[in-house]
């Protein structure tokens, strides 16, 4: 099972970025997916999340408005569109993936840094 998340990197204060999570060895169809974010000296928190069929989506309050999150079952890969970002929204990235009998799958977490 791999997830691999892609797309972090610098960028600055009001800019975009997209992050991507391409898995495999999973039945992505049959997935939850969602978003998580740990800033330094802070807990893992949930950003998003989709559902299997990518009808239902959930944000944290602080993303509402900046972030869509998105799936596309045909490639085994989640999105999150970033947008207005902000210096709180620094952070590692890290895809999640839930799956039926409580079976779940982490990323190895890509770095966004938002700069002033």
């Known amino acids: 099972v791999q997830l691999v998340e892609s797309g972090g990197g610098l960028v600055q204060a009001g800019g975009s970025l997209r992050l991507s999570c391409t898995t495999s060895?999973?039945?992505?169809?049959?997935?939850?997916m969602a978003w998580y974010r740990q800033a330094p000296g802070k807990v893992r928190g949930l950003v998003a999340r989709i559902s299997s069929g990518g009808v239902d989506t959930y944000y944290d309050d602080s993303v509402k408005g900046r972030f869509t999150i998105s799936r596309d079952n045909a490639k085994n890969t989640m999105y999150l569109q970033m947008t207005s970002l902000k210096q709180e929204d620094t952070a590692v990235y890290y895809c999640h993936a839930h799956l039926p009998e409580w079976t779940e799958y982490w990323g190895q977490g890509t770095q966004v840094t938002v700069s002033s």
């Open positions: 060895g999973i039945t992505f169809s049959g997935a939850s």
